[in-house]
């Protein structure tokens, strides 16, 4: 099994900037990609951002192409998400994911973290 933790959510203000983290334990050597969600309420949730573990691979969802990136940390198998000029439209629970293949398919992402609250206010 691999868990997933994420951290660094929180409030911000419309244009200001918010640094997820995720840090995977367990089973890792299964990890060949993770991936950035998020689920606003009443809508379904999307991959917002997606890497690949070994080749730095990355993919961008339409909406935050320019303000969010993505990166990792193999040494400490964590993923992050820096998001900058965030707008009240990305308020929602953001998920960090893994699977065994580098996908914009969520349902090819076995392992899910608990969720982070981001509030952007305006």
């Known amino acids: 099994q691999v868990q997933l933790v994420e951290s660094g959510g929180g409030l911000v203000q419309g244009g200001g900037s918010l640094r997820l983290s995720c840090a995977a334990s367990g089973r890792t050597s299964r990890i060949l990609a993770m991936g950035w969600f998020r689920q606003a309420p009443g809508k379904e949730r999307e991959l917002l951002s997606a890497?690949?573990?070994?080749?730095?691979?990355?993919y961008y969802e339409d909406s935050v192409k320019g303000r969010f990136t993505i990166t990792r940390d193999n040494g400490k198998n964590s993923v992050y998400l820096q998001m900058n000029s965030l707008k009240p439209e990305d308020t929602a629970v953001y998920y960090c994911?893994?699977?065994?293949?580098?996908?914009?398919?969520?349902?090819?992402?076995?392992?899910w973290g608990q969720g982070t609250q981001v509030t952007v206010s305006s």
């Open positions: 994911a893994a699977g065994g293949t580098y996908s914009y398919n969520i349902n090819d992402y076995d392992y």
């Open positions: 890497i690949n573990w070994s080749g730095g691979r990355t």
